[in-house]
């Protein structure tokens, strides 16, 4: 393994809404489109061996968005995650849920755990749904388990890297994000410490499979430097 292997992918899906209102349909039409693009893009994603895959599915944030999106949005994940079993286990696609799980719904994590029970076994690459999840939070959230272990040591990065949910999971390679839009939007902050970065103007509906390719080149033409000169 060396600096060009594009081995964990986050994705920022920016766009659906504006895919559905330049074709005079309802935000909810975008969000099922979008459906299909993730498919491709896992898909695409294991052709071009990348191990880990996270996705910006449902920010902290995103509560403040109008309450009928906000139910359409929970009872899609409710539906669809364990909806899609059959195409997981197929492509051995292991499915994790990263996110604060204080407030979802019951229903809703029902559908996560049923899923991510299904999916343990599944070795070919890992797909990180962030639900409910800002980068913010989840730093504090990892703070305050250190706070009720009562670690005594001065606290490291490394201390709070193995509190961060899924420490197993690496850090990020490549952020990309869809729709032309140039910002985190709280998405992976401790994780993304070293990441390359990816903007591109295709709304999320529109990305297929050999867009990752696209994008895995794009990785490869960088030099990561981590603080040192590079080579």
Not at 100 to 128: F, G, L, M, Q
Not at 145 to 172: C, G, L, N, S, W
Not at 181 to 207: I, M, Q
């Amino acid at each position: 393994m060396d600096d060009k292997d594009l081995i964990h992918l986050g994705i920022i899906m920016d766009g659906n809404g504006r895919w559905a209102s330049a074709r005079n349909l309802p935000r909810t039409a975008g969000h099922l489109e979008g459906l299909k693009a993730l498919r491709k893009c896992i898909l695409g994603s294991i052709s071009n061996n990348i191990k880990f895959l996270s996705l910006y599915a449902f920010s902290t944030e995103n509560w403040k968005r109008p309450d009928q999106e906000v139910k359409y949005l929970l009872n899609l994940v409710a539906t669809k995650l364990p909806a899609e079993l059959k195409f997981y286990n197929t492509n051995g696609i292991r499915i994790l849920v990263r996110g604060d799980s204080s407030n979802i719904p019951p229903k809703v994590a029902a559908a996560i755990k049923k899923t991510e029970d299904a999916t343990e076994n599944n070795s070919t690459i890992t797909v990180i749904i962030c639900f409910n999840y800002g980068g913010q939070n989840e730093i504090a959230r990892a703070v305050n388990e250190i706070i009720e272990e009562k670690i005594q040591a001065p606290i490291t990065p490394e201390i709070i890297r193995k509190h961060i949910q899924y420490p197993f999971v690496p850090p990020v390679d490549m952020i990309v994000r869809s729709a032309g839009e140039k910002r985190l939007s709280n998405f992976l902050l401790w994780e993304s410490a070293y990441s390359e970065f990816g903007f591109y103007d295709k709304l999320f509906p529109e990305w297929n499979e050999d867009f990752i390719k696209v994008i895995k080149n794009d990785f490869q033409k960088r030099t990561r430097k981590f603080g040192g000169l590079g080579k």
